[in-house]
């Protein structure tokens, strides 16, 4: 039997070359082949190619405490991902000085970039895909009609290398996963022409179930253990946690605030010329979900969607989770696990009935219109285009992730946004300024002042907030508006 096990992890990365393409996940940081990272960061191989899922700095850690795919930095030549940065934290200012000196950033949608794997592990010569078209993705990319709809070429991506953060290992390389952090790694290891992996354990051939691989050795050149002081152990996964449960933007952005909860008084909504808060928006919203619904919910106020979803709702988050439960409260940080997780890095609770699978099946359910998404929005058009990934004048002012497959592959797509800007100019227009996540997708609109349908024939008010007329809610919309002959005050 050829021996696959290395020694350390220097051993494991020391014939990589200058210009490799590596393909590394980074779907919450303990999921990370952090170990594998600072091995190549100590070798100093530039030139590199990275395809990642998510590209972030870590905040108040030092790279002896955690890694990600951004400690390669200096050495990297391109960079394909979905996620730079993080909009909370000023989303890709951080990579600015790299751009200029000469990276090159290739961005993507999360499903695209599965998907692009996939092409790459099966020998595909590419695909024709729907998500992106009529966005910044679609620039210089092959475009052809398809029964009636538009496609834009995707090219397949075969990575050099793939690093992999596997929970177990077996001798032959057969690997298991722990919770969501299998997420894109299956599909990493496929395609790539050497794949790496870094666990928890190594055990004797026949001690797994055959019937719980994930990745069959086939797909695996190389394991490594990961020491007692290495990263991603478990006592450094507590520690994290903790961490984060210590820094202020840390703990909001990654637990349930136990404010949240309180029980809202509808009366003070109903004073005059009131707008709903984000949380009335959110149970407004909630209304428009059923029993045995499969919903995703986006970050701001679509995640508080989830504390009005009516029983037998069920979630599902784009990292690989369906049926989980709530999110872990920011007064109970001993409950979070690092191994589950949404795809906002935000923890969550196991549930009877919950699944677990990778990015690629995922995306199936998401592309496959199987879901109805609830997102938030920058701008929306009268023709139902969506802008909500960015506000800034080029492409490091925000993420794409995988709004872009939600807008375009759910079978219901749910907006919720105040219905104005700050400065007071309207969100609802007639042509989105901002650039687009997809065009013609979205069927209704929630904001603090309005419920709108978007029709062929135009957006149609059905419902205004408490103290409000239609003519008050058109003089703060752009496109002219149908009002319903059905319309009625917001039932909260």
Not at 16 to 24: N, Q, R, V
Not at 100 to 118: F, K, N, P, W
Not at 166 to 182: E, P, S
Not at 369 to 379: D, E, F, N, Y
Request: a negative charge; hydrophobic letters at 40%.
């Amino acid at each position: 039997m050829l021996n696959i096990v290395f020694n350390n992890f220097d051993e494991a990365v020391a014939d990589i070359p200058e210009g490799a393409s590596i393909a590394m996940e980074c779907w919450g940081v303990p999921g990370t082949s952090q170990n594998l990272i600072a091995a190549l960061k100590r070798k100093g191989t530039g030139n590199l190619t990275v395809i990642t899922h998510n590209f972030f700095p870590l905040i108040a850690f030092t790279e002896e405490e955690a890694t990600t795919p951004t400690d390669l930095l200096p050495q990297i030549k391109k960079l394909i991902t979905p996620v730079l940065g993080v909009r909370q934290l000023g989303a890709g200012a951080f990579v600015k000085e790299y751009i200029e000196q000469g990276m090159e950033v290739e961005l993507s949608t999360h499903g695209t970039l599965a998907s692009r794997l996939y092409a790459g592990a099966a020998n595909l010569g590419g695909f024709f895909n729907p998500v992106g078209v009529g966005t910044l993705l679609a620039e210089s990319k092959e475009k052809r009609i398809i029964n009636g709809r538009e496609y834009i070429f995707e090219e397949p991506i075969k990575p050099d290398y793939a690093f992999i953060r596997g929970y177990k290992a077996d001798k032959l390389g057969n690997l298991i996963y722990r919770g969501t952090f299998r997420t894109d790694q299956p599909v990493m290891a496929m395609a790539a022409k050497v794949t790496i992996a870094e666990v928890d354990e190594i055990v004797d051939v026949g001690e797994f179930d055959a019937e719980h691989i994930v990745t069959p050795g086939i797909f695996i050149d190389r394991i490594v253990k990961i020491p007692e002081d290495g990263l991603g152990t478990e006592s450094r996964k507590r520690y994290m946690i903790n961490k984060f449960g210590d820094i202020d933007i840390a703990r909001k952005m990654l637990f349930r605030s136990a404010c949240a909860d309180e029980s809202h008084d509808l009366s003070q909504v109903e004073e005059e010329k009131r707008r709903l808060d984000r949380d009335t928006i959110a149970m407004r919203a909630a209304k428009e979900l059923k029993t045995g619904d499969y919903a995703n919910l986006g970050i701001g106020i679509p995640n508080l969607c989830a504390l009005y979803i009516p029983e037998g709702v069920i979630f599902q988050s784009e990292n690989g989770a369906l049926g989980y439960g709530p999110l872990v409260m920011e007064d109970e940080i001993d409950r979070a696990e690092f191994h589950y997780v949404d795809a906002g890095a935000r923890f969550f609770t196991p549930a009877p009935g919950m699944a677990i699978f990778d990015v690629v099946t995922s995306f199936n359910m998401i592309r496959g219109g199987r879901l109805v998404a609830i997102l938030g929005g920058l701008q929306v058009s009268g023709k139902g285009d969506l802008a909500n990934w960015n506000s800034g004048g080029d492409a490091l002012g925000g993420t794409i992730g995988g709004g872009m497959d939600l807008a375009v592959g759910s079978k219901r797509v749910i907006v919720t946004m105040e219905h104005t800007t700050k400065d007071g100019r309207p969100k609802i227009v007639e042509e989105c300024s901002y650039p687009l996540t997809a065009k013609e997708c979205v069927d209704l609109i929630v904001t603090d002042l309005a419920v709108i349908e978007v029709t062929p024939e135009g957006p149609v008010l059905k419902e205004v907030a408490p103290g409000w007329t239609a003519d008050e809610v058109q003089a703060l919309t752009e496109p002219k508006l149908i009002t319903a002959s059905d319309m009625k005050e917001m039932e909260l």
